[in-house]
């Protein structure tokens, strides 16, 4: 069996292609590396108070109302939570109050005495901002959904390049919130029981201006390719 | 011995993904339009870069490799896998450049996932995305969900649904490619009507729910997009979850159950064709099955006390179990409290609604609720021949279409598709548990259903810090899972017959 030989022309074809990948890989590592930065100071959040008692224990109990009513009597106020607490032991928490800090995330959704707000308590939304402006990365987004009853202070949520509203928030948290149709939430005590921590702040980043060059380049070089094709298949 | 394809064959694969490419690159093109217009030129610059990619290698390639042979099933099915990875390395450079991910294999991982129409995530602080390239990850989901449902119907049905075993041959030798065009158009219009409808009602549906200016344009096409592919992605890291709306859970979930139906039963009602629905076996099992599966979840959702009432019980059980059922992956509460809160039965419930699925020929994932019907006909009629005189001849019959009469073959294909399902995700989650030393045995499990049938469902231990192994062994699960396995193997079989095959 002999095999045909390869031509000169099939492996400059191929090398130019290997040699175009490249110039691409090395292009996009480019252009993300040379991204503008813009980072956002961190938020002063309250530290967690000594004196408040810590949840320890995330013993999954089974519900009963008049036990329920008992607890919620006798519950005593815990001090700062984060969303991540609340998510792993969601039955430790239930009906107690807590305090939490967070950044007003997408949309304040106005309903009849209040307003339902997502407010983050990541890393993005307290620490380092939105990760657009910079490269540190910090994992996932994680919050908890908050209750804020009317009057509502004035709020401007996060979205790409703004770090939404800080807010704390003093209130209980519902394993299963029945005006929610069983959601897990968290209620403010009152309107007096949030507070504006920081407002919303932009990022005010450059734009990346190598990348928008880039962009035309290669869109004219898809241009060319795209009217090379068009001129040869006409000639066919 | 294998024959090695010739250079026609080998041309008209690479036709066939350079096409791919550059529709893809196209569809990019339009949104980068959109976010210029919305005055995000990062956003615009990073899509307008993968665009050109992928007009300029799609049209290079068609170029160079005019043919005009017409596609077989063989070519056909190779052409399909090839055109997944292909379209997943070009919409990953976008997503890259959004600096949304931390490495490039994050990104090709979530570009697979939204082609795939799977939802696994691995995006980082999705909260503060740019509409633009969040909505990029809805613009996968369709251009996945649509191919998923011409592919099905012309190439993965024929040969791994109803042939007479998993060897197409009684397929591979016709020639496709007229059929292609014409379900394309189709498809198209089907798609275009149900997202129209579905995005006019979700926008009421987000405008009572509170949800105010742009917003509800660019939730409304999220929403609706990402239900009626079952692709699962959603704007915010709450999903569904996010909008506090018992309105917008009901109209998600007619948009859900219509990404899970057959194109066929589309096509049927699209033409004002009379369907007898009651008598096809899918639709049986199909509802039978989330009947059953949806009071499982409820019951154990109701031992664990997650949700108190009956109401939230029924709202909380019955979206989650239909967005699993339908491989959609949207949550109305947060993943974490699925393996924290919501005890073991409603998981396990969960886990076998991703793995049975939706209908053949449509976007969904799983095993199919035909295949699932298909083994519970053959057992049926097995317990019959044992109890009847051996003298009796038992036939079988079931409708998919029209009446046919069960054969072996359709009962080994489909049960020859579960053993590889189940091995594959038993094996997977071994994996998931060597590789991940915080995550249980329920949660591996629940995660590699999840991606084998392409559902997206999470229990939130997926996170980017995982090992790359890991990211890679569900990419590869959500890939076979897409191709129904089949393909991808056909595809492996190709590319070692291109190199050691006999000529």
């Known amino acids: ?236 | 011995m294998l024959l090695r394809p010739n250079r026609a064959e080998v041309f008209v694969v690479l036709g066939t993904v350079g096409k791919a490419v550059l529709v893809l690159g196209l569809a990019t093109f339009g949104l980068a339009a959109i976010a210029l217009l919305a005055g995000d030129v990062d956003s615009a610059a990073a899509l307008a870069i993968g665009a050109s990619l992928g007009v300029g290698a799609g049209t290079w390639t068609r170029m160079h490799t005019g043919t005009r042979r017409r596609l077989t099933w063989t070519t056909g099915v190779v052409a399909a896998t090839t055109s997944w990875v292909a379209c997943t390395l070009m919409a990953s450079v976008p997503l890259h450049l959004s600096g949304h991910y931390a490495s490039y294999p994050d990104a090709v991982f979530e570009a697979l996932s939204g082609l795939t129409t799977t939802g696994l995530t691995l995006v980082q602080d999705i909260d503060h995305m740019a509409p633009a390239m969040a909505l990029y990850r809805h613009v996968l989901e369709l251009s996945g969900a649509l191919a998923t449902v011409v592919v099905g119907l012309t190439l993965l049905t024929a040969a791994t649904a109803t042939s007479s075993s998993l060897d197409p041959s009684d397929v591979r030798d016709e020639r496709i490619m007229p059929s292609v065009r014409r379900m394309w158009r189709l498809v198209g219009e089907v798609a275009a009507t149900t997202v129209g409808v579905g995005l006019v009602v979700m926008s009421a549906a987000l405008l009572v729910a509170g949800v105010r200016g742009w917003d509800v344009l660019v939730h409304g096409v999220s929403l609706t997009i990402s239900a009626a592919t079952t692709g699962g992605f959603a704007l915010t890291s709450h999903s569904v979850g996010f909008y506090h709306s018992a309105l917008v859970e009901i109209v998600l979930i007619p948009l859900m159950l219509a990404g899970a139906v057959s194109f066929t039963l589309h096509r049927a009602a699209w033409r004002g064709e009379r369907w007898p629905l009651t008598r096809e076996l899918e639709v049986r099992v199909l509802l039978a099955s989330m009947f059953a599966i949806a009071v499982i979840v409820m019951l154990g959702l109701g031992r664990s006390g997650a949700t108190g009432d009956v109401v939230p019980l029924f709202r909380r059980g019955l979206f989650t179990t239909i967005a699993a059922h339908t491989t959609t992956g949207l949550h109305n509460v947060s993943p974490r409290l699925l393996a924290t809160d919501w005890g073991l039965l409603a998981p396990a419930g969960l886990v076998a609604a991703m793995a049975v699925g939706g209908m053949t020929g449509s976007t969904a994932g799983g095993l199919k609720a035909l295949r699932v019907g298909l083994i519970g006909k053959g057992l049926a009629a097995d317990v019959r021949r044992v109890l009847l005189p051996e003298a009796a001849v038992v036939v079988a019959t079931f409708t998919w279409g029209r009446r046919r009469k069960l054969e072996h073959g359709h009962v080994r294909s489909s049960a020859t598709l579960l053993l590889i399902l189940l091995v594959a995700s038993l094996g997977a989650a071994t994996a998931v548990l060597f590789l991940d030393s915080t995550v249980n045995l329920t949660e591996a499990l629940f995660m590699a259903i999840s991606a084998a049938s392409n559902s997206g469902q999470t229990v939130g231990t997926l996170t980017p810090s995982d090992p790359v192994a890991l990211k890679a062994g569900y990419g590869l699960l959500m890939l076979l899972g897409r191709l129904e396995w089949i393909a991808v193997f056909a595809t492996i079989g190709f590319l070692y017959a291109s190199l050691r095959g006999r000529q």
């Open chain 1, 1 to 236: 069996m002999t095999r045909r030989p390869v031509s000169a022309r099939a492996v400059g074809e191929i090398a130019v292609a290997v040699v175009i990948v490249i110039a691409v890989i090395v292009t996009i590592r480019i252009l993300r590396d040379s991204a503008p930065q813009a980072r956002l100071p961190h938020v002063g959040t309250a530290a967690p108070d000594s004196d408040d008692p810590d949840i320890v224990t995330c013993e999954r109990t089974l519900p009963d109302a008049e036990e329920t009513q008992q607890a919620i009597d006798q519950v005593e106020p815990v001090g700062l939570i984060s969303s991540t607490e609340v998510l792993e032991c969601p039955d430790a928490f239930d009906q107690q109050v807590v305090v939490y800090v967070g950044e007003v995330i997408g949309d304040v959704l106005n309903r009849d005495g209040g307003a339902w707000l997502l407010v983050n308590d990541d890393d993005y939304a307290l620490e380092v901002g939105p990760l657009r402006g910079h490269g540190d990365y910090r994992g996932g987004n994680s919050g908890l959904a908050v209750w804020l009853p009317a009057p509502l202070p004035d709020l401007e949520p996060g979205r790409g390049d703004v770090r939404g509203t800080v807010i704390q928030v003093r209130g209980r948290i519902h394993r299963s919130d029945a005006a929610d149709g069983g959601g897990l939430t968290l209620r403010a005590l009152s309107a007096d029981t949030v507070s504006i921590l920081r407002e919303a702040q932009d990022l005010d980043r450059p734009v990346h201006r190598a990348q928008a060059v880039a962009a035309v380049l290669f869109a004219l070089l898809a241009a060319a390719i795209t009217l090379q094709a068009r001129r040869s298949e006409s000639r066919r």
